[in-house]
């Protein structure tokens, strides 16, 4: 699965982005997919995930402001973030990993996107 993130960009305190995520080569419908972020200076973290019946785990930093989404049948997977702070600035990576607890563990996940970079302006 090759992974392919966009929609990244600089906005101020309060404003919001959407990004995507595309998915192509041999893919899985049943993967989970998920986004992690990371700071300057700080470890890769986990911000939301998808599974492949719907269901959607968040972090609490972005609960009721971040909604994660799925286009299944165009393999696309999408973050709505609203609300946004300065300390949500960092990389958004996209994942991608047959087993929901495994992306949810942040460890050993099979398939990563490369970063869009979401800067947040006080």
């Known amino acids: 699965v090759q992974l392919q993130a966009s929609g990244g960009g600089s906005v101020q305190a309060g404003g919001s982005l959407r990004l995507s995520c595309a998915a192509s080569?041999?893919?899985?419908?049943?993967?989970?997919m998920g986004w992690f972020r990371q700071a300057p200076g700080k470890e890769r973290e986990f911000v939301a995930a998808?599974?492949?019946?719907?269901?959607?785990n968040y972090a609490d930093s972005v609960k009721g402001r971040f909604t994660i989404s799925r286009d299944i049948a165009k393999n696309m997977l999408f973050l709505q973030m609203n609300i946004l702070k300065p300390e949500d600035t960092g990389v958004y990576f996209c994942?991608?990993?047959?087993?929901?607890?495994?992306?949810?563990?942040?460890?050993?996940?099979?398939?990563w996107g490369q970063g869009t970079l979401v800067t947040v302006s006080s």
């Open positions: 994942a991608s990993d047959p087993s929901l607890a495994t992306l949810l563990s942040s460890r050993n996940i099979r398939s």
């Open positions: 080569g041999r893919t899985f419908t049943d993967n989970a």
């Open positions: 998808h599974s492949w019946s719907g269901g959607t």
